[in-house]
């Protein structure tokens, strides 16, 4: 298990053993082999009989009857969620002790009931294909960040306001654009890099009456300044989450705008082109326009500010190179 990261989370694990022989199996439909997982700490050795035989059991897997065990057939026992944690807690150690167990009794007048699953290496061996085997799927887990905001500016058509956070309707009813960026530093090379969720939180610190129909809705998008002609020709990368309406801004309470799939590959891609993160609040409404409807958004460093979370794992996004000039040994062994 010193293969597997220590901060794995087993997303599903089965242990698999190939019968070569049921020549010994002589009773059909007689007996189930299972699987038990031990406590390595109380095998002083495990090539000792008495050792495995008396060993602390952690836990006892399923069973496969006898003629379910088919020479020649894969076998295979799947780990449930508790066995799956049990394993998480043996990758830190290194190693895990499986004891796989037959029928212990056999009916009058019968000698053996006997499966064979592996007979090593070496020249009579089944090769390294059909030894019994783990296999593991999992995730790693998560690092996280929490980025702060660079820059924060409201876009109106007739001036920026640097520091303010607001985003609606002017006085001319003419829509006001909440514009934000983040610089996301500190995090590994983006070829290492894989971002397993974010989402972006912001808190409004005003309402709007009753029965004002607007929305607000937060866009990831590529900016090339800050004049007002440019943000509405903006290049729109892709929606975050979902709108929030007039209603739910009364709470004044976080709101939290996630990632989908794509987004999250968006983001990646400006992550490794070193390109600021700009996030777009833009309001829409059923009416043609809107009147003096501006919400602010709390924007106070020594308070509360917009944050943006990323979770992500190190892993290599850029395929080892390819092998090249391969030789090849071949080894003698002498016959008696």
Known sequence: MDKVP??????AASFSLYPLNRVGAKIENY????????????????RNFDAIQNATVLHTGQA?????LTQGVWSNWSFNGSERKLLEHFIA?????????????????HESQMMQFDIGFGRFGAGIHYRPSIELTYSRK????????TAVNSIYQTHTET???????????????????FAMQGMPDPNFTVITDAYLVIQNTNALGAKKDIRFSVE???VDNLSYNSVKMRDS???????????ELRDKKPHYFNFDSFARTELERLYSEQTPICFLIRATSPNRKGQNELINWLNKPSYQQPKLVIEYIERSKVPLPAPTNFTVTLEKTSQN
């Open 6 to 11: 220590d901060d794995a989370q087993i997303e």
């Open 93 to 109: 150690q290194g190693s895990l002790l499986i004891r796989i167990e037959g029928p212990t009794t056999l009916p009058r007048g």
């Open 142 to 149: 998560p690092k996280i960040a929490e980025l702060y905001p």
């Open 237 to 247: 990368i892709q929606y975050i989450g979902y709108e929030v309406s007039h209603s």
């Open 31 to 46: 007996g189930e082999w299972g699987i038990s997982i031990l406590d390595p700490t109380s095998v002083p050795d495990i």
């Open 220 to 222: 990831l998008a590529e």
């Open 64 to 68: 496969i009857e006898s003629d379910k």
């Open 163 to 181: 520091g303010i956070l607001s985003a609606g309707f002017d006085a001319d009813g003419e829509k006001v654009y909440g514009q934000l960026a």
